[in-house]
């Protein structure tokens, strides 16, 4: 029998995306609230005790509600909200993190999918803490762009429709400048840092794609090494290739920019260590789509892990 897969909040952008992906799968069952019945407290109760996997596309306490009224029901859980990113008792759905976590996950009742920009942040920060390289206290700064479609139905609104009261006009736009962004606690928690990064994101005016940059001063690191030795630990970490790709250093040198439009519509994502060999600098740089990789793409590989079943091509 086919597992039954309900997505609690398939209406938000994230929920849309993942429905996208699933709706032609003939391996599973896919529950569809009627949308009559999308406020009706019983009913979701219902959808939600009786499938197989529940994806959660919700704000945050809605989330927690969620769980609460069908965990005891032995459903699983995938989480596309930040209540449970950094809970110890919940699996975080990156796969690529380390080794063991895809094994994690396909085992798992409570799997926290991961934020768009700590997805980019981690896979450029982790696998250098772990490898020795990155002291954990090291004083980071991370920054990043993303399309707009990252912000939900509301930042789209703003963005695509000039003519409504809080339409923003800017082309590009910082926020977050009191620097206390939901992604920095996943950031430090999964990164293996003691000590907070200063995160600035932003947000360009194109719908999907983001970049995510990482600067770093090689004689803070452990042992002064190369851009060599930091891309080499990079690419020994994802050797596995799959969808975390090492951009190879001469591919990198022979760049004149970079667009956070690049892995817009795909599921992947690229590791660039940007440079000059014996500056003493480099920049670290993570390309994605913030609904793929990012969002709805992660939270549908974590959905086959758990299921035990090979994505379609």
């Given at each position: 029998?086919a597992?039954?897969?309900?997505?609690?909040g398939?209406?938000?952008t994230?929920g849309?995306?993942i429905?996208?992906?699933?709706?032609d799968?003939t391996d599973?069952?896919?529950m569809?609230m009627?949308?009559?019945?999308r406020?009706?407290?019983?009913?979701?109760?219902r959808?939600?005790r009786?499938?197989?996997?529940?994806?959660?596309?919700?704000p945050?306490?809605a989330a927690r509600?969620?769980v609460?009224?069908?965990?005891?029901?032995?459903?699983?859980f995938?989480?596309a909200?930040?209540a449970?990113?950094s809970?110890p008792?919940?699996?975080?759905?990156?796969?690529?993190?380390?080794?063991?976590q895809?094994a994690?996950i396909?085992?798992?009742?409570f799997?926290?999918?991961p934020?768009?920009?700590?997805?980019?942040?981690?896979?450029?920060?982790?696998?250098?803490?772990a490898a020795?390289?990155?002291?954990?206290?090291?004083p980071l700064s991370?920054?990043?762009?993303?399309g707009?479609?990252?912000?939900g139905?509301?930042?789209?609104?703003?963005?695509?429709?000039?003519?409504?009261?809080?339409?923003i006009?800017?082309?590009?736009f910082?926020?977050?400048?009191?620097l206390?962004?939901?992604h920095?606690?996943?950031?430090?928690?999964?990164?293996?840092?003691?000590?907070?990064?200063?995160f600035?994101?932003?947000?360009?005016?194109f719908?999907?794609?983001m970049?995510?940059?990482?600067?770093?001063?090689?004689e803070?690191?452990n042992?002064?090494?190369?851009m060599?030795?930091?891309?080499a630990?990079?690419?020994?970490?994802?050797s596995?290739?799959?969808?975390v790709?090492?951009?190879?250093?001469?591919q990198?040198a022979?760049?004149?920019?970079?667009?956070?439009?690049e892995m817009?519509?795909t599921?992947s994502m690229r590791?660039?260590?940007?440079g000059?060999e014996?500056?003493g600098?480099?920049n670290?740089?993570?390309?994605?789509?913030?609904?793929g990789?990012?969002?709805?793409?992660?939270a549908?590989?974590?959905l086959?892990l758990?299921?035990?079943?090979?994505?379609?091509?």
């Amino acid at each position: 029998m086919a597992p039954k897969i309900f997505i609690d909040g398939e209406h938000g952008t994230t929920g849309l995306q993942i429905v996208t992906r699933l709706q032609d799968r003939t391996d599973i069952d896919l529950m569809s609230m009627p949308a009559e019945h999308r406020r009706d407290a019983d009913v979701r109760t219902r959808f939600l005790r009786e499938a197989d996997i529940a994806i959660l596309c919700l704000p945050d306490d809605a989330a927690r509600e969620a769980v609460a009224l069908a965990a005891d029901a032995g459903t699983r859980f995938i989480d596309a909200s930040t209540a449970h990113r950094s809970h110890p008792d919940w699996v975080f759905g990156f796969a690529e993190l380390n080794r063991e976590q895809s094994a994690r996950i396909a085992d798992a009742q409570f799997v926290s999918n991961p934020g768009c920009y700590s997805t980019g942040a981690i896979a450029l920060i982790a696998p250098l803490v772990a490898a020795g390289l990155l002291p954990a206290d090291y004083p980071l700064s991370i920054n990043g762009v993303s399309g707009y479609t990252g912000g939900g139905k509301q930042l789209i609104a703003q963005m695509e429709n000039a003519s409504q009261e809080d339409a923003i006009t800017a082309a590009y736009f910082a926020y977050a400048l009191a620097l206390g962004h939901k992604h920095v606690p996943e950031i430090v928690t999964h990164s293996g840092l003691t000590r907070k990064p200063i995160f600035t994101p932003a947000v360009g005016r194109f719908a999907q794609g983001m970049l995510v940059n990482a600067p770093l001063h090689l004689e803070l690191l452990n042992g002064n090494p190369s851009m060599a030795d930091v891309h080499a630990a990079l690419a020994t970490h994802f050797s596995s290739g799959g969808v975390v790709n090492v951009v190879p250093l001469s591919q990198s040198a022979s760049l004149a920019r970079l667009d956070p439009e690049e892995m817009a519509g795909t599921n992947s994502m690229r590791l660039y260590v940007l440079g000059t060999e014996g500056t003493g600098q480099l920049n670290l740089v993570a390309s994605l789509d913030n609904l793929g990789k990012g969002a709805s793409g992660a939270a549908v590989q974590n959905l086959d892990l758990m299921i035990g079943v090979q994505a379609p091509a």
